[in-house]
Nanobody, 114 residues
Framework: QVQLVESGGGLVQPGGSLRLSCAAS???????MGWYRQPPGKQRELVAA???????NYADSVKGRFTISRDNAKNTVYLQLNSLKPEDTAVYYC?????????WGQGTQVTVSS
Protein backbone atom coordinates (compact mmCIF):
# COMPACT_ATOMS: atom_id res chain seq x y z
CA GLN A 1 0.00 0.00 0.00
CA VAL A 2 1.19 3.50 -0.84
CA GLN A 3 0.44 6.51 1.32
CA LEU A 4 0.45 9.93 -0.32
CA VAL A 5 1.05 13.20 1.54
CA GLU A 6 0.50 16.52 -0.19
CA SER A 7 2.11 19.78 0.86
CA GLY A 8 2.73 23.28 -0.45
CA GLY A 9 -0.75 24.71 -0.52
CA GLY A 10 -1.68 28.09 0.89
CA LEU A 11 -3.06 31.53 0.24
CA VAL A 12 -1.70 33.38 -2.79
CA GLN A 13 -2.68 36.50 -4.70
CA PRO A 14 -3.92 36.32 -8.28
CA GLY A 15 -0.98 36.01 -10.64
CA GLY A 16 1.11 34.30 -8.01
CA SER A 17 2.73 30.89 -7.93
CA LEU A 18 2.83 27.82 -5.74
CA ARG A 19 4.58 24.48 -5.89
CA LEU A 20 2.71 21.46 -4.59
CA SER A 21 4.50 18.28 -3.58
CA CYS A 22 3.18 14.77 -3.16
CA ALA A 23 5.44 12.46 -1.20
CA ALA A 24 4.77 8.73 -1.42
CA SER A 25 5.63 6.19 1.27
CA UNK A 26 6.86 3.71 -1.31
CA UNK A 27 8.12 3.45 -4.84
CA UNK A 28 6.01 5.24 -7.46
CA UNK A 29 8.08 3.97 -10.38
CA UNK A 30 5.29 1.87 -11.87
CA UNK A 31 2.42 4.24 -11.11
CA UNK A 32 0.68 6.80 -13.22
CA MET A 33 0.49 9.91 -11.02
CA GLY A 34 -2.01 12.71 -11.12
CA TRP A 35 -3.21 15.86 -9.46
CA TYR A 36 -6.92 16.48 -9.06
CA ARG A 37 -8.77 19.37 -7.50
CA GLN A 38 -12.16 19.95 -5.95
CA PRO A 39 -13.40 23.53 -5.92
CA PRO A 40 -15.97 24.49 -3.26
CA GLY A 41 -19.35 22.98 -4.09
CA LYS A 42 -18.08 21.23 -7.22
CA GLN A 43 -16.94 17.77 -8.24
CA ARG A 44 -13.35 16.62 -8.22
CA GLU A 45 -11.64 17.10 -11.56
CA LEU A 46 -8.37 16.06 -13.15
CA VAL A 47 -5.80 18.85 -13.32
CA ALA A 48 -2.70 17.09 -14.63
CA ALA A 49 -1.28 13.60 -14.96
CA UNK A 50 2.04 11.97 -15.77
CA UNK A 51 2.47 8.35 -16.83
CA UNK A 52 5.21 6.07 -15.58
CA UNK A 53 6.93 6.79 -18.90
CA UNK A 54 6.82 10.54 -18.36
CA UNK A 55 4.03 11.53 -20.74
CA UNK A 56 1.88 14.34 -19.42
CA ASN A 57 -1.61 15.68 -19.99
CA TYR A 58 -3.42 18.69 -18.61
CA ALA A 59 -6.91 20.05 -18.22
CA ASP A 60 -7.55 22.78 -20.78
CA SER A 61 -8.10 25.30 -17.99
CA VAL A 62 -4.51 24.95 -16.73
CA LYS A 63 -2.51 24.35 -19.91
CA GLY A 64 0.41 26.73 -20.13
CA ARG A 65 0.13 27.66 -16.44
CA PHE A 66 0.64 24.41 -14.51
CA THR A 67 3.41 21.85 -14.86
CA ILE A 68 3.45 18.33 -13.45
CA SER A 69 6.70 16.49 -12.88
CA ARG A 70 7.90 13.40 -11.06
CA ASP A 71 11.07 12.35 -9.31
CA ASN A 72 11.00 8.59 -8.96
CA ALA A 73 14.22 8.57 -6.94
CA LYS A 74 12.50 10.71 -4.29
CA ASN A 75 9.09 9.06 -4.70
CA THR A 76 7.65 12.52 -5.17
CA VAL A 77 5.41 14.23 -7.68
CA TYR A 78 5.19 17.98 -8.09
CA LEU A 79 2.71 20.45 -9.48
CA GLN A 80 4.01 23.91 -10.31
CA LEU A 81 1.16 26.40 -10.38
CA ASN A 82 1.84 29.72 -12.12
CA SER A 83 -0.35 32.68 -13.07
CA LEU A 84 -2.91 31.59 -10.52
CA LYS A 85 -6.50 32.73 -10.83
CA PRO A 86 -9.29 32.89 -8.23
CA GLU A 87 -11.00 30.01 -10.05
CA ASP A 88 -8.01 27.81 -9.22
CA THR A 89 -9.11 27.87 -5.59
CA ALA A 90 -9.69 24.27 -4.52
CA VAL A 91 -8.43 21.38 -2.48
CA TYR A 92 -5.74 19.68 -4.54
CA TYR A 93 -5.34 15.91 -4.28
CA CYS A 94 -2.56 13.60 -5.37
CA UNK A 95 -3.45 10.30 -7.02
CA UNK A 96 -1.44 7.18 -7.79
CA UNK A 97 -2.86 4.62 -10.18
CA UNK A 98 -1.83 1.19 -11.32
CA UNK A 99 -4.00 -1.46 -12.92
CA UNK A 100 -6.52 -2.49 -10.26
CA UNK A 101 -5.07 -0.17 -7.62
CA UNK A 102 -5.58 3.48 -6.78
CA UNK A 103 -4.45 5.67 -3.89
CA TRP A 104 -5.36 9.20 -2.82
CA GLY A 105 -3.77 11.73 -0.56
CA GLN A 106 -5.74 13.81 1.93
CA GLY A 107 -5.40 17.02 -0.06
CA THR A 108 -3.91 20.47 0.33
CA GLN A 109 -5.88 23.71 0.16
CA VAL A 110 -5.00 26.31 -2.46
CA THR A 111 -6.73 29.66 -2.12
CA VAL A 112 -6.22 32.40 -4.70
CA SER A 113 -7.49 35.73 -3.43
CA SER A 114 -6.46 39.34 -3.11
Amino acid sequence: QVQLVESGGGLVQPGGSLRLSCAASGSIFAYAMGWYRQPPGKQRELVAAVTNGGSTNYADSVKGRFTISRDNAKNTVYLQLNSLKPEDTAVYYCNARLIGTEYWGQGTQVTVSS
